[in-house]
């Protein structure tokens, strides 16, 4: 792991860019001497770790007192993508435009994009885990489809928060039923593009005993700011 950028931003935060072979990521630590749990986060269907709304929560959640990484793996945020994908991706959006349905084109690219993207997840978390300021338990934050497939691989995940705002490839919602790990799954009542009732059957299909859903009205990017709050608590339960 190589750090080629760090600022200190005003709410005391270290925001440190960070290369792993051609992996690029962004590391946030808290101040604090000692070493902090450490949580992923990741945005829904591979938009970049630059996302406005990701960095927002990595940096609260930073300055929680937790140490958050986020990185642009095979084929999300602007890693180059393959062929196959882009096709996909054209095709989706000529097919929302015409009102078609879009689940076979989201299995298309989405279930790869997962596939490809868990090495290199995996890859981080051995280099963030070896960082001396980061010690202890590992949590999860964000893309669903993600999340799952690293909670059935991944021991060292320890609780996850999960969005249903992006599409789960069947293979996942099949694996849901495998993550016993305690869960907060995020629920967007009126997101026009996630059927209600699949988000309320894939939370039905976790396996965790220790499982909470929130579910707030409002639109795909309308969850409220006192969510993220909820959050960073929910991981003070079961990391720290």
Not at 16 to 22: A, Q, S, V, Y
Not at 106 to 128: I, K, M, Q, T, Y
Request: hydrophobic content about 40%.
């Amino acid at each position: 792991m190589h750090f080629t950028s760090e600022r200190r931003l005003d709410d005391g935060v270290l925001e440190r860019e960070f290369t792993l072979g051609e992996i690029p990521g962004t590391l946030w630590t808290p101040e604090s001497a000692a070493p902090t749990p450490l949580i992923l986060m990741a945005h829904n269907n591979g938009l970049p770790k630059a996302e406005p709304r990701l960095v927002a929560r990595a940096r609260l959640s930073a300055a929680y007192g937790y140490a958050v990484a986020s990185i642009d793996a095979a084929g999300c945020g602007d890693r180059p993508r393959s062929a196959a994908d882009e096709q996909a991706r054209a095709e989706l959006r000529r097919a929302m435009r015409a009102g078609e349905p879009v689940d076979e084109i989201f299995e298309s690219f989405v279930g790869p994009l997962v596939e490809n993207a868990v090495p290199e997840w995996r890859l981080a978390l051995d280099a963030l885990l070896a960082l001396p300021e980061i010690g202890g338990t590992v949590g999860y934050s964000g893309w669903t489809a993600l999340g799952i497939r690293l909670a059935v691989l991944e021991p060292r995940i320890t609780a996850a928060g999960f969005f249903a705002g992006g599409y789960v490839p069947l293979a996942q919602r099949e694996e849901a039923r495998q993550v016993g790990i305690p869960l907060l799954f995020l629920l967007q009542w009126d997101d026009e593009g996630n059927p209600r009732q699949r988000a309320l059957d894939l939370f039905d299909a976790f396996g965790s005993k220790a499982k909470t859903l929130h579910a707030n009205l409002g639109g795909h990017t309308g969850t409220p700011w006192f969510e993220r709050e909820d959050g960073d608590r929910f991981f003070g339960r079961h990391l720290k």
